[in-house]
């Protein structure tokens, strides 16, 4: 899976960073889910008055949906011979 990431300025203009997004094609049933909560957890980091400089949206996503989704999301599949 390829993964994103994002840099912003805030508020008080320092730059924050938003790593792991995931990249989704247009027919994943996922990519609507993931667009609204990417743009609610920017607006919220967005906000914040001492915002840290770097944040994972997986993170972020392992915390918010439910665990089969996200494992259904960020599966991998099984590597043969250890490539």
Sequence with gaps: ???KSLEF???VG???KV???P???EDSTYKFMIQIRLEKFISSIYREKTPKKCYS???YLKKVMKWPDYEQ???VGELKNNA
Aim: net charge positive.
């Design 1 to 3: 899976m390829l993964l």
């Design 9 to 11: 300025k805030n508020v």
């Design 14 to 16: 320092q730059k924050v």
């Design 19 to 21: 790593m792991d997004i």
């Design 23 to 25: 990249v989704l094609e």
């Design 57 to 59: 949206f997986k993170e």
């Design 73 to 75: 999301l960020f599966k």
